[in-house]
């Protein structure tokens, strides 16, 4: 890895505006969450935070993954400095693995931000600051998932936030929910298998989902799969694709 | 040779931005001269591995740029985007591309970088408060940071001032003169004629011609060469040579004829013994249409 590429990707991802609309949108969950928790007593407050945060961040937490992954790369094509990064001596599999990383980093900072309302609050109101943490491998797993797989979209396709929204909205949140086969290609099922194997968590929350079986360790192993491949396309890209 | 392209076209869905442009380039100043929309910007940026040929090959200092990445350690770019990171500074910017591009010292070859293009007092400004002119400095700075053999500027000199134009012109010709290949894409003729007499030219994504701007006007046989000649009696000396083989007009001027004629040699041949046999003292003889504009034009005009 080419640590001032990874640095400079990591920096122009996670500035200014973007940076604080992004890690407010990761937040609605948790906040969400604190919302719904409050003047409950501790076991349905613990159960509330369960299935808030099982299905908002689905849709909230993923778009800021993939507004964050997809502008790595794409920020710098489209604001015409790719040129600056990408005429380095340095191989293609060391760019791609550079901007994976930022991808990722900036992924897992966003999705702690948007972890912690959601901790606070449980916090707040059950007296536990143990309640939130499996939720934690969920956030995590999910900006994993969401940077490996979005960053080379960003390299590679011009409307790349449609594409993104298309797989968050009608790929993971019809056909992975209607077709238990589609199921396993959903990140958000995914991170959520992991949660679900680490928590015993309300039946609410798992309700209508082809929740996936392969918990915490099968989660790990696809998520590292999943960052494999997005390496090995924007390896493919770098090499055969137009940079400008 | 440091730079070649064979057999090059790229073309986007339906549209051909370059078809089977074949050129080299060498140590120097070379000028790549075209009009907006020539394929100028698409050549170079096929040249330096920013873009996919469709078709035919691309060779830089022996390598492929697509296929070993090391070759960017001598070779440097600066795009024709006026592009940069507003946020950064000047020196962050020249240093990030110093670090990117394995300098051993970064932060020294980026003081040189800087010195170079005269920003070393500006460099701790944010690009974003840089002028256009200072913009483009701070891009070449960013190119020479890594002391590249092979120099490829798409249009350096859009956005200078007269006096930054000047500079940057003297620094390409600099720069040429150490030995390093220097590809500068200019639309401003008078531009590329101060850096080069080497020009490679494009017109609708082709090759128009290659070579120094006389020995390209000497090959445009089938256009008639205009001569200007400075000599105290211009209008005795018009109408003699209007018998001479060849000449098809004499435009008279105060104290100057512009002789256009077919048959160059014959004029030359002729115009010593015209002139003494008339008494005419002749001052001065030029050629009139070896400037850069005018062989551009000319190529141009057999294009279309």
């Avoid at chain 1, 076991?43 to 369960?50: A, C, I, N």
């Avoid at chain 1, 001596?89 to 912690?116: D, N, R």
């Avoid at chain 2, 220097?182 to 004629?193: A, G, M, Q, R, Y």
């Amino acid at each position: 890895m080419n640590i001032a590429l990874f640095g400079h990707l990591l920096s122009r991802t996670l500035r200014g505006k973007r940076f604080l609309g992004m890690s407010a949108l990761a937040s609605v969950g948790g906040i969400a969450a604190w919302v719904s928790m409050a003047g409950l007593n501790t076991d349905d407050s613990v159960g509330v935070y369960q299935v808030v945060t099982s299905s908002v961040p689905a849709a909230t937490l993923s778009i800021a993954l993939l507004i964050l992954a997809t502008a790595t790369l794409r920020d710098e094509r489209d604001g015409g400095t790719l040129p600056y990064v990408f005429a380095t001596p340095m191989s293609a599999v060391t760019f791609a693995a550079s901007s994976i990383a930022a991808s990722l980093v900036a992924a897992l900072t966003v999705a702690m931000i948007g972890w912690l309302p959601g901790w606070i609050g449980s916090w707040v109101i059950t007296g536990s600051a143990t309640v939130a943490l499996p939720a934690l491998a969920l956030y995590a797993a999910a900006a994993v998932g969401y940077g490996a797989v979005f960053a080379p979209l960003g390299y590679l396709f011009d409307r790349t936030l449609i594409i993104g929204l298309a797989y968050i909205f009608v790929w993971e949140g019809i056909l992975a929910t209607a077709v238990s086969g589609i199921a396993a290609s959903s990140i958000w099922r995914i991170a959520m298998s992991a949660y679900a194997d680490l928590d015993q968590l309300h039946p609410d929350a798992l309700d209508d989902r082809n929740l996936l079986e392969p918990g915490r360790w099968g989660a790990a192993a696809t998520l590292l799969i999943l960052t494999g491949l997005g390496a090995m396309v924007l390896t493919w890209a770098v090499r055969s694709r137009d940079a400008v | 040779m440091t730079a070649q392209a064979i057999g090059l076209s790229k073309w986007f869905g339906q549209k051909v931005a370059l078809s089977d442009v074949t050129v080299d380039f060498s140590p120097g100043v070379t000028g790549l001269l075209g009009p907006n929309g020539a394929g100028k910007t698409t050549l170079l940026r096929v040249l330096t591995g920013l873009q996919v040929p469709s078709q035919g090959k691309v060779t830089i200092l022996g390598l492929d740029p697509r296929k070993d990445r090391s070759v960017y350690e001598r070779v440097a770019i600066v795009p024709e985007d006026e592009a940069v990171y507003p946020d950064l500074t000047g020196r962050q910017f020249v240093a990030l591309r110093a670090k990117l591009g394995r300098c051993s010292d970064p932060a020294e070859a980026t003081e040189r970088a800087l010195d170079t293009v005269g920003l070393s007092d500006a460099a701790d400004r944010a690009l974003g408060g840089f002028s256009k002119g200072m913009r483009q400095r701070a891009k070449v700075a960013a190119a020479l940071v890594t002391d590249p053999e092979v120099l490829v500027l798409d249009e350096p000199l859009n956005g200078a001032d007269p006096v930054q134009r000047a500079q940057l012109i003297d620094l390409f010709v600099r720069l040429g003169a150490e030995g390093r290949t220097v590809i500068v894409s200019s639309h401003v003729l008078v531009e590329v004629e101060r850096m080069t007499h080497r020009l490679v030219a494009m017109i609708d994504g082709r090759l128009a011609a290659v070579g120094r701007i006389d020995e390209l006007r000497s090959a445009m046989t089938d256009k008639p060469r205009q001569v200007l000649v400075t000599a105290d009696r211009p209008r005795e000396l018009a109408a003699a040579l209007m018998t001479v083989a060849g000449v098809e007009g004499v435009h008279l001027g105060r104290t100057a004829l512009e002789i256009t004629t077919t048959e160059p040699a014959t004029l030359a041949r002729f115009l010593p013994g015209v002139a003494r046999t008339h008494g005419i003292r002749i001052r001065e003889i030029a050629p009139a249409d070896e400037s850069m504009e005018q062989v551009f034009r000319y190529l141009v005009g057999s294009e279309s």
